[in-house]
């Protein structure tokens, strides 16, 4: 409304035809413009010509986005503590010219350094055999370093479901791992059955938490849809302030 109100006070004392060139002068100057939008904006204009389009042209913000900004106080990683016996680096020879007349000046220095040690380890148990005389049960003594079934033990089964599941190694790369890293063979069926060996492990578990979930007088639960080879796939999660329970199917 205040604009049609200036529109109508900067031209009530134009004549007819002045109001006409007028109107004339506006076209053409329209006409003008969209001839020269035409020379970028078309189908056969690469966008890499339009460059009134571009981002700078519009006055945003171009480039990389910028990483992240570390604004804590960094500090020194402190050194850990000795656990094997010291060792004592000596020599008889200058390294950087093959000299054998050398001493010890009684100076020198000391380097902590921190290191793995990846060792397969096979042990031998042997499981005696007891009989019951109460009730004539026959059976043996139990380790519990000994797994339930299988000839690997129980840290080799955590570690093959940590990698695989926490940091999404793949069945073939957990295998990899184990062969050349550790130098236990393994394949991926093999890395897969270990992983549901832990299933079964965590089982009772995991049916105590969906227990403790259905005793709880208030539950929050979300879903997420997904689909695999075209079949819908649904993974629910139910929540208390101290329970978290997953469901997929």
């Not at 007819?16 to 020269?36: A, M």
């Not at 189908?43 to 009134?52: A, E, I, L, N, R």
């Not at 089982?203 to 709880?216: A, C, D, F, R, V």
């Amino acid at each position: 409304m205040i604009y049609l109100q200036n529109f109508k006070e900067k031209y009530k004392d134009r004549t007819k035809d002045e109001l006409i060139e007028e109107l004339w002068k506006s076209y053409n100057e329209k006409e003008k413009l969209e001839r020269q939008l035409k020379k970028y904006k078309n189908p056969h204009t690469p966008s890499s010509k339009q460059g009134f389009d571009k981002p700078q042209a519009q006055g945003l913000p171009v480039g990389r986005k910028p990483g992240k900004v570390y604004n804590h106080e960094r500090t020194t990683r402190p050194k850990d503590t000795p656990n094997t016996p010291p060792i004592m680096v000596t020599t008889n020879v200058n390294l950087s010219n093959g000299n054998y007349n050398i001493i010890e000046t009684g100076y020198y220095i000391e380097r902590m350094i921190t290191d793995i040690k990846i060792e397969k380890i096979v042990t031998k148990y042997t499981l005696i055999e007891y009989k019951d005389l109460d009730t004539e049960e026959l059976f043996f003594a139990k380790h519990p370093d000994i797994p339930e079934k299988g000839i690997f033990g129980k840290n080799i089964i955590a570690l093959a479901n940590s990698l695989h599941f926490e940091y999404r190694v793949t069945l073939a790369g957990v295998a990899d791992i184990f062969t050349n890293v550790a130098g236990i063979p393994m394949t991926s069926p093999t890395v897969l059955e270990l992983c549901n060996r832990a299933v079964d492990k965590v089982e009772p578990t995991y049916q105590g938490i969906n227990l403790k979930l259905k005793g709880s007088s208030v539950v929050n639960a979300d879903e997420t849809g997904s689909n695999q080879n075209g079949k819908p796939e649904w993974l629910w999660g139910f929540f208390t302030p101290f329970l978290a329970f997953f469901v997929f199917s």
